[in-house]
């Protein structure tokens, strides 16, 4: 239990960290957080908009696809942000194994459900695009089947995090879990990709045209740079909730102990 | 070393003086192998064909069972405590536990594997693969099924949450060993299926206990 307590409590940082360490006080982070998440928010929902507009009203439709290649201009930034969520995941884990940093410990278990969340649309997303192409919702295709596997490894950081009566166990083991899945998730990838090839022959991949047409890449890049701001945007927004959470809690505990202290109910 | 031979070795009294446990695995590995035929139907051709992939999804929840347990006796009457001070490094626990488990689950389910997969009709040169494939791939699963326990230690119904953190993890261990049962069933090549499971295992076996050990010594705290 006293080790518990000391590692959550403000430790004296150690030299060449001090860089990192000025974004520990919890303090400072709120109010850089509010001030940046307006921002943050307003132009992630902009460009995603002009992003979407572009591309499913005013950017051709492909000649194969058709007007289901549309699809992408969802599909393609959250299947990004899935794989760059993990590794959000995994150094927010790193940085709060090594030097027990709270926030990096929040932002852990903060990034997790907006990372499954992000994974979950590319999934459906990818079903709905794979309906009028390949004919099948689902189909055993490399790509779809590891981001599968990445979904369920982040549904098991989520249910890790929150199995522990004390928060500070649950952080510290999906912390371990992070690092031990972004570890695997290059293996997976390609045991996936191998077990593919063996089963099937390639199947019509998703970029099968040498390039992409630019009057396509453009929404494209729109989107992406919108859904980036937007995953930051809930990461911040739920961050601060958490820190402001945790606060209020320490708070009530306070105020507990002094009620009990005068009154002496717990004689 | 000594140590760690010796807590392999209590490990594995334990287990046979509580036999129960490892009779369990085999009778929940059985079962569950003989739930394939009835469930698809007798057809020799078919099961066959089958016969190694269900031999493997039937290990691979078969060796999920006793994890539940693995460390769960020993935290809760303070041996973990004494491990860990005994001077053992925290994921040197992590591989003796991976080891026992190994000894009273992979060896068992091995032994089994091959009525199991000749009751299925699995083709004659498919028979050795899978038995050669089982060796590194339960060994790789024991180290993965070893550090998934440490890190649910302590956890509300860890044992519901376990097969959640490890069979995502246990992929690819599955891949590579069954490509190696499909491959020689068409006559192609085993070899490079069969080293790139070796390198699955070369690769947990010093990652799976520092990650299990790191979790043990945060779940003591």
């Known amino acids: 239990m006293l080790r518990a307590v000391s590692a959550s409590s403000p430790l004296a940082p150690p030299r060449g960290a001090r860089g990192l360490h000025r974004f520990a006080n919890p303090g400072r982070f709120l109010r850089l957080a509010g001030r940046v998440l307006p921002w943050l928010t307003a132009a992630g929902l902009a460009l995603s908009a002009v992003g979407l507009v572009w591309g499913l009203f005013f950017a051709p439709a492909d000649w194969q696809q058709g007007d289901a290649v549309r699809i992408m201009y969802v599909h393609v930034p959250a299947a990004w942000l899935a794989s760059a969520g993990y590794f959000a995941l995994a150094i927010a884990s790193a940085v709060a194994l090594v030097w027990r940093h709270p926030l990096a410990d929040l932002a852990a278990v903060e990034i997790a459900p907006v990372g499954a969340a992000f994974t979950a649309i590319c999934l459906i997303t990818g079903s709905l695009w794979g309906k009028p192409m390949w004919g099948a919702w689902w189909v055993w295709d490399a790509r779809l089947t590891s981001v599968l596997v990445l979904f369920f490894l982040y549904l098991g950081h989520i249910a890790l995090t929150r199995a522990f009566d004390s928060p500070e166990r649950g952080y510290r083991a999906g912390a371990i879990l992070a690092l031990v899945g972004v570890v695997n998730l290059p293996i997976i990838k390609f045991s996936v990709d191998w077990w593919n090839t063996l089963h099937q022959p390639a199947t019509i991949s998703l970029f099968g045209a040498p390039t992409m047409y630019i009057g396509m890449l453009w929404p494209l890049l729109f989107t992406a740079l919108g859904a980036t701001l937007i995953f930051a945007a809930l990461v911040l927004a739920r961050l601060s909730a958490a820190v402001l959470e945790r606060r209020i809690r320490a708070l009530l505990a306070a105020t507990a102990r002094d009620y009990v202290a005068e009154e002496g109910h717990l004689a | 070393m000594s140590l760690l031979l ?216």
């Open chain 2, 6 to 221: 010796a807590l392999i070795g209590r490990d594995l009294r334990l287990s046979l003086r509580h036999g129960a446990d490892t009779i369990a695995v085999l009778l929940f590995f059985f079962l569950a192998g003989l739930l394939f035929p009835l469930a698809i139907g007798p057809n020799p051709e078919t099961l066959g064909r089958l016969a190694p992939g269900i031999v493997w999804v039937c290990a691979l929840l078969a060796a999920l069972l006793p994890l539940d347990r693995l460390f769960g006796a020993d935290f809760e009457d303070g041996t973990l405590d004494q491990l860990l001070l005994s001077g053992l490094p925290a994921a040197a626990i992590a591989l003796a536990k991976a080891a026992a488990h190994w000894l009273t689950t992979g060896l068992p389910l091995l032994l089994a594997a091959g009525p199991l997969a000749v009751m299925l009709r699995i083709s004659p040169n498919g028979l050795p693969v899978l038995l050669a494939c089982l060796v590194p791939g339960t060994f790789a699963l024991s180290l993965l099924g070893t550090a998934g326990a440490a890190i649910v230690l302590g956890a509300r119904r860890g044992g519901v949450l376990l097969p959640l953190l490890v069979l995502p993890l246990a992929v690819p261990v599955l891949i590579f060993a069954t490509s190696a049962s499909s491959a020689a069933a068409v006559g192609l090549p085993v070899r490079p299926h069969f080293l790139l499971l070796l390198a699955v295992l070369a690769f947990l076996t010093p990652l799976a206990p520092l990650a299990g050990g790191a979790a043990l010594r945060a779940a003591a705290e």
